[in-house]
């Protein structure tokens, strides 16, 4: 059996697992008509809590209110943002004011992070802000977290030049980022069910977002060594089950995107 249950619905928030005192858990529609559609995700184990790629300003207030139903606060252990968009962590300052949260991304952003805390908070922190960002290698790292670990797997050019997905071994979900984003703006709770009419809502973002075949040839290589039982974007719909994951590896590994559609008389061709 996998260790995948169904996908069940709590509160308004999606529970994506809940075993043994692990869970993970999508809010997919905290922001309704305004921005982009985008999924948050809270991961718990035991007393331990995690968010990965909490979103900017207009998520805030929904979702901090969502995760005090569930923990406290103040006691999260990590973000994750698995790269730099503001829709990813541009709501930092607030998470780093009301939370002893460490912020886990790419050595190339890290660096970067700083510029989105106010005056207020770098004055608050000082030298204290760059401590609670760890900052992760091209090739990837383990974080401790609870009674096992989240994997940064790295994603580069896919579509950040420094680009993470997070891989619970628990769970055997991949949080994704961008990669299988889907845009729809209904039913983002629901998993894919048929592939082939899901594809007209991934392509045209993936050939524009992600930088070549190449890079997504890669990062199929390199994920098909991991268990996977759910692929979670952080856009649109998620993947369940290893047969739809699969679908979706060989879908991508295909696919003629970014530079591969380039040419003399202009920048991207459909």
């Known amino acids: ?41 809270l991961l718990i184990d035991e007393n331990h809590a995690a968010l990965i790629d909490p979103g900017g300003d207009l998520t805030y207030t929904p979702l901090s209110i969502e995760l005090s139903k569930r923990v406290n606060i103040s006691e999260l252990d990590y973000i994750f943002a698995s790269h730099q968009d503001p829709d990813i962590i541009a709501s ?22 700083p510029h989105l805390a106010s005056t207020f908070v770098t004055n608050k922190f000082g030298d204290d802000l760059d401590d609670r960002i760890i900052s992760v290698p091209d090739e990837g790292m383990s974080v401790s977290f609870g009674r096992s670990t989240i994997e940064a797997v790295p994603a580069h050019f896919l579509h950040s030049v420094g680009n993470f997905q997070f891989y619970d071994p628990v769970s055997k979900i991949l949080f994704t980022g961008d990669m299988g984003a889907s845009l729809i703006d209904d039913n983002a709770d629901l998993p894919v069910e048929d592939f082939d009419q899901h594809i007209p809502h991934m392509k045209s973002f993936h050939q524009r977002y992600m930088a070549s075949n190449k890079a997504c040839r ?10 996977i039982e759910m692929i979670a974007p952080q856009h649109g719909s998620p993947f369940v089950g290893k047969e739809m994951v699969a679908r979706f590896f060989d879908w991508i590994s295909q696919l003629r995107c970014g530079v591969d559609l380039m040419d003399e008389n202009g920048f991207y061709r459909a």
């Open 218 to 227: 890669i990062w199929v290589n390199r994920a098909r060594k991991l268990d």
């Open 92 to 113: 930092l300052p607030r998470w780093m004011m009301h939370s002893k949260c460490h912020v886990v991304t790419s050595r190339l952003w890290s660096r970067f992070l």
């Open 1 to 41: 059996m996998g260790s995948i249950q169904s996908i069940t619905t709590q509160d308004g928030a999606k529970i994506l697992y809940n075993r043994n005192g692990h869970q993970c858990i999508a809010f997919t529609h905290l922001v309704e008509g305004r921005g982009i559609q985008a999924n948050q995700f």
